[in-house]
Each structure stands twice: as structure tokens, then as C-alpha cells.
């Protein structure tokens, strides 16, 4: 299984940026999806998951209303569009994924998964 994240770069306060996270491995209809956040000096923590049917997800309360988390899973893929970005934001990005025990299961915790990319930098710019 590998999971490879992409989209990370430079963006600034207020502006947008989304990331991709494509799976091999994993049939697309038998995962969960997360993503979590390291920031420097700060330990990893969730910021969207969603159930492999993407009837249900799950938002850090400091990034409702401004990050969504999506999938395709024609492509195997998840997103994490972001907007509004704030320099808080920055962090190193790390997708997740866990092979689900429902359609409407969601992991809110880093035990919740097995599987992780190797993360992807964004940085904002205030």
C-alpha cells in the first residue's frame, strides 16, 4: 500500500490551496481517508476524515467552514481542498488511510490508521 500526497506548496494568508492524495493498494470503496497536520514543534493532529462512501466526514473545529475533504474514487484518489488559508495553517500535510469497517465509518485518531503517506509542506504567507 502506498499513499502519495501532492499539492503542498507556498500560498498566501487568505488564498487556497488543494491536496491529493493518491492510493495504490487499496480498493477506493474499502477505506477511510484522513488528513492530519504536523506544524514544527506541535504534535500531529486531524484535520478532515471522511468514510470511503463520503457520506460521512469529520472537521477540526479550526478548519470547518474553510477545508473540505473529497474523494474520487474512480482515481483512487482524496482531497483536501483548503481555503481562507491562515499562517496557522502551515504545517507538514500527511494523508491517512484505514480499511473500513463500514461505509459510514470515520478514524479520528492517529491508532485509527494504518497506512500514511510521507507528507507534503504547506506554508502560508502572511
Known amino acids: 500500500v502506498q499513499l502519495q500526497e501532492s499539492g503542498g506548496g507556498l500560498a498566501q494568508a487568505g488564498g487556497s490551496l488543494t491536496l491529493s492524495c493518491t492510493a495504490s493498494?487499496?480498493?477506493?470503496?474499502?477505506?477511510?481517508a484522513a488528513w492530519f497536520r504536523q506544524a514544527p514543534g506541535k504534535e500531529r493532529e486531524i484535520v478532515a476524515a471522511?468514510?470511503?462512501?463520503?457520506?460521512?466526514?469529520y472537521y477540526a473545529d479550526s478548519v470547518k467552514g474553510r477545508f473540505t475533504i473529497s474523494r474520487d474514487n474512480g482515481k483512487n484518489t482524496v482531497y483536501l481542498q483548503m481555503n481562507t488559508l491562515k499562517p496557522d495553517d502551515a504545517a507538514v500535510y500527511y494523508c491517512?488511510?484505514?480499511?473500513?469497517?463500514?461505509?459510514?465509518?470515520?478514524?479520528?485518531?492517529?491508532?485509527?490508521?494504518?497506512?500514511w503517506g510521507q507528507g507534503t509542506r504547506v506554508t502560508v504567507s502572511s
Open positions: 471522511g468514510s470511503w462512501s463520503g457520506i460521512n466526514t
Open positions: 491517512a488511510a484505514q480499511l473500513a469497517r463500514s461505509d459510514f465509518w470515520v478514524g479520528i485518531y492517529e491508532t485509527h490508521y494504518d497506512y
Open positions: 493498494g487499496l480498493n477506493p470503496r474499502t477505506y477511510a
